[in-house]
C-alpha cells in the first residue's frame, strides 16, 4: 500500500477500550474540566462545555456504549470532535477521555477487522472492532453517538 493511502487516525481511552478515529474528524484537544449539567440528561452526558463560544455536549463514551463506568477525573482530556451529520445546532461534540490522545498512521495492511460471525454484538454506537497492529480498537458510529446526543439535547 502507498504511503498516499494511509490515514492519519488518533487513539483514545475511553474507559477500558480504545477508539480509532480519522484525525480529521478532531478540531482540538483539551484539558478536562468539570462541565455544566443538562436537568434529565442520562448519565452518559455529564453536560456541556464552554469551547470558541460553542456550549458542546460532554459524552462519556464508554458509558454511552455500556462498557466501563469509570467517572472522568482531573487527569482526563476532551477531544472536541467535528460533528458530520450537518446540524448547525450541533457543529461539534465533545468526548472525554483518560490519558492523552495518540496520533497513529494506519495503512489497509495493519488494520484488521476482528470482528466475525461468533463476535459478541457491537455495543452502542461502535461500527467496528479492530486490530491494529498489537492494540485492538473499537471505530466509534459517529452518527449513531450524534443521534443520541440530539435525542438528549434537541
Known sequence: MSAAADIRCVLIRAGA????????????????SQPDPIAGAPAWLPGRLRWRGWRLPLVDFAALSAQDDEAAGPGNKVVVLKALGGDSRLPYLALS?????????????????????????????????????????QIPDLDALERAVREVVG
Not at 477500550?17 to 478536562?32: D, F, G, K, M, R
Open 97 to 137: 477521555t483518560q490519558g492523552f490522545p495518540r496520533l497513529v498512521t494506519v495503512s489497509a495492511a495493519q488494520l484488521r477487522d476482528t470482528d466475525d460471525a461468533n463476535a459478541a454484538p457491537l455495543p452502542f454506537a461502535v461500527r467496528a472492532r479492530v486490530q491494529l497492529g498489537e492494540e485492538s480498537a
Open 17 to 32: 477500550t480504545q477508539l480509532l478515529l480519522p484525525n480529521a474528524t478532531i478540531s482540538e484537544v483539551l484539558s478536562y
